[in-house]
């Protein structure tokens, strides 16, 4: 008796890209993750004038160390859902090591990151699950071949993990090829990079500048005024390097996404990830 792996396609048909699908452990999981990110970003905008804010300035390693063992519960969450094999740890790491490596390129000039457009294909071609935990590893590898490390190091992670689990959730991974699919992830990918930006300005933004400046936040005031001050101080502050970080991601995407998405697309038929075990009799 010998196994076999066989693929989703008929036998005169080409192979079907099968992505690492979400199940149930996997979506709670990522559920639990998502929702102490957004407690962690957003808890401010809620505090009152009397919270002191300055006393959890620095709760940043205690979110990093609560982030490690919830990114590693995806992993063993999709696991436990798919049988995630060495393949996909493979290329999972390669694809974070090819991500890191990107993103000195620009060295934060301007906002120019071109590791944004990798992110964005690979959650599209992958899924969302591999997606989002590709995008945590990979700002944690960046942070330590520059040397970024720092109390917004895991506000990074967990915001580019949501950029690769957007993308993988976009419409169409089946049917929607060419032009149609670049322009997708070129929308997506300039959006995404504005509201990455736009979401790490809350980590530090509450902590800033106390009360002194018209677009400061000030604990107690209704969150209407709170959030007119932050959009003040995003278009003031942020916008600079966010609009150009979407200019080279759009740009990237349709330059170099028919090649990368093909090579990733191949690369995830090969590993065959998902496809069924059969075993036949030896022949004759």
């Not at 959730?169 to 322009?183: A, F, M, Q």
Request: one cysteine or more; hydrophobic letters at 55%.
């Amino acid at each position: 008796m010998r196994a076999v792996r066989k693929d989703s396609a008929g036998p005169d048909g080409p192979r079907r890209v099968r992505p690492i699908r979400l199940g149930l452990r996997s979506v709670v999981a990522l559920t639990l993750v998502s929702a102490v990110g957004v407690a962690a970003f957003g808890w401010p905008l809620l505090a009152d004038g009397g919270s002191g804010l300055s006393d959890h300035a620095q709760d940043a390693p205690w979110l990093f160390a609560a982030l490690l063992p919830l990114l590693l519960a995806v992993v063993v969450a999709t696991i436990a859902d798919v049988g995630l094999d060495a393949k996909a740890i493979a290329m999972l790491g390669v694809l974070a090591a090819a991500g890191a490596a990107l993103r000195p390129l620009g060295a934060g000039t301007a906002g120019i990151e071109p590791m944004f457009f990798l992110m964005v294909l690979s959650g599209r071609v992958l899924g969302p699950g591999f997606g989002f935990v590709l995008g945590a590893v990979s700002m944690f590898a960046s942070a330590l071949l520059t040397g970024g490390v720092g109390p917004w190091m895991p506000f990074q992670m967990l915001s580019m993990g949501w950029v690769c689990m957007g993308a993988g959730l976009l419409p169409g991974p089946d049917t929607l090829r060419g032009r149609r699919e670049l322009w997708l992830l070129a929308v997506y990918g300039a959006v995404s990079s504005v509201l990455y930006g736009t979401v790490m300005n809350l980590q530090g933004w509450p902590y800033l500048a106390g009360g002194a400046t018209g677009v400061s936040f000030v604990p107690g005031d209704p969150l209407v005024d709170n959030l007119g001050r932050f959009v003040a101080y995003c278009l003031a502050t942020s916008l600079g390097w966010d609009l150009p970080r979407a200019v080279v991601t759009v740009l990237l995407s349709l330059a170099l996404g028919p090649a990368v998405l093909k090579a990733l697309r191949r690369a995830t038929r090969r590993a065959a990830f998902e496809a069924p075990v059969t075993f036949e009799a030896p022949k004759a």
